[in-house]
């Protein structure tokens, strides 16, 4: 399942980023979003999320939210 399939203040553990898009996989590296790390959905507005990763939030869109693997 994707994180956009996700529930809201549930976390998850990433368990892959599904993308062929490299400079996609790199972005969400930097924001913390790879294998093992812990993500929680903490709202979802029309097609943005907001979630919660170490301790940070950030608001991504529904592409982003489904190359989430959880």
Same mark, same amino acid.
């Given at each position: 399942?994707? =994180?956009?399939? @996700?529930? +809201?203040? !549930?976390? &998850?553990?990433?368990?892959?980023?599904? !993308?062929?898009?490299?400079?996609?996989?790199?972005? =969400?590296?930097?924001? @913390?979003? &790879?294998? @093992?790390?812990?993500? !929680?959905?903490?709202?979802? =507005?029309?097609?943005?999320?907001?979630?919660?990763?170490?301790?940070?939030? &950030?608001?991504?869109?529904?592409? =982003?939210?489904?190359?989430? +693997?959880?």
């Amino acid at each position: 399942m994707n =994180l956009a399939q @996700g529930r +809201i203040n !549930t976390e &998850y553990v990433i368990k892959e980023i599904k !993308t062929n898009d490299e400079e996609l996989k790199s972005f =969400l590296f930097t924001l @913390g979003c &790879y294998e @093992g790390e812990l993500v !929680t959905v903490i709202s979802i =507005l029309a097609e943005n999320y907001v979630i919660s990763v170490k301790d940070a939030r &950030y608001s991504i869109d529904k592409d =982003l939210a489904e190359a989430i +693997i959880v």
